[in-house]
């Protein structure tokens, strides 16, 4: 009688968290900043049909990366719970945490269920409140756990080097088009640290604005909306160098 083959649990897990990270991995990436009057998503995403970036509800936004039928089943039964949530109790009790905390529960149940292969998805949600310090921004890794994430964040292939990028450079109080200048430098730079051109119609962008009257927060920005803006992100960033430039040569004088 042959020896049944035993695999450690500690191996198995292993093997199911390489497995997921290998098809997170594959995909491009997502980055999230919080600026002044709000958080803005950016994808490196030339498809218009299918979204990585989409509304949840009211003050509440999803971002993911990976295999796209598989977070498009996550993002809907999000937008199921919220719905149902909002329309049993008050929408003010529909809130990112809650939406991060339904989601670690079914991405934790299945990393760990040994009939079906994990998700190779990683998500983030993201609320917008009344003011910055008040903003919401959470990471959900394949295996359900939650990180509570301040500032910027990076999801998807390359997801290291861009975190690191955006950590050196990002700062409280940046405007719209000096964050989206900020993400899209990030997402141009390859691993090898040559920079690539990413052009509007390469991206997908989408904001959490604070400041819209409508109760819905959420908003695309396309177009020559878009591309306006990263026209202003440039031009401010060339402004601040000089401003620095001007700054050290006082100083060495």
């Given at each position: 009688m042959s020896t049944p083959f035993y695999v450690s649990p500690q191996q198995a897990m292993a093997d199911r968290a390489e497995y997921a990270r290998k098809g997170i991995a594959r995909g491009r990436s997502v980055v999230v900043l919080q600026y002044n009057d709000g958080v803005v998503f950016v994808a490196e995403n030339p498809s218009r049909a299918l979204h990585k970036?989409?509304?949840i509800y009211d003050r509440i936004a999803f971002a993911a990366v990976g295999k796209y039928n598989e977070f498009e089943n996550l993002r809907i039964g999000g937008v199921r719970y919220a719905d149902l949530r909002g329309y049993t109790y008050d929408r003010d009790d529909v809130t990112a945490r809650g939406?991060?905390?339904l989601y670690a529960q079914t991405l934790?149940?299945?990393f760990s269920s040994a009939g079906e292969k994990p998700y190779e998805v990683e998500l983030i949600v993201a609320e917008v409140g009344a003011a910055p310090e008040d903003d919401q921004i959470y990471r959900l890794p394949h295996d359900g756990s939650?990180?509570?994430e301040h500032g910027s964040v990076a999801v998807g292939g390359n997801a290291d080097q861009i975190?690191?990028?955006l950590d050196q450079r990002h700062r409280d109080g940046m405007t719209l088009g000096e964050a989206l200048k900020l993400a899209v430098e990030s997402?141009?730079?390859d691993t090898n640290?040559?920079?690539r051109t990413l052009t509007a119609e390469q991206l997908e962008v989408a904001v959490l604005d604070r400041k819209?009257?409508?109760q819905r927060k959420f908003k695309r920005l396309l177009g020559r909306q878009l591309q306006r803006l990263l026209e202003e992100g440039s031009g401010a960033a060339e402004s601040s160098d000089a401003a620095e430039d001007e700054s050290t040569e006082s100083t060495e004088d």
């Open positions: 970036v989409s509304e939406l991060a905390n934790g149940t299945i939650i990180v509570d975190s690191s990028y997402l141009a730079r640290g040559s920079e819209r009257p409508q």
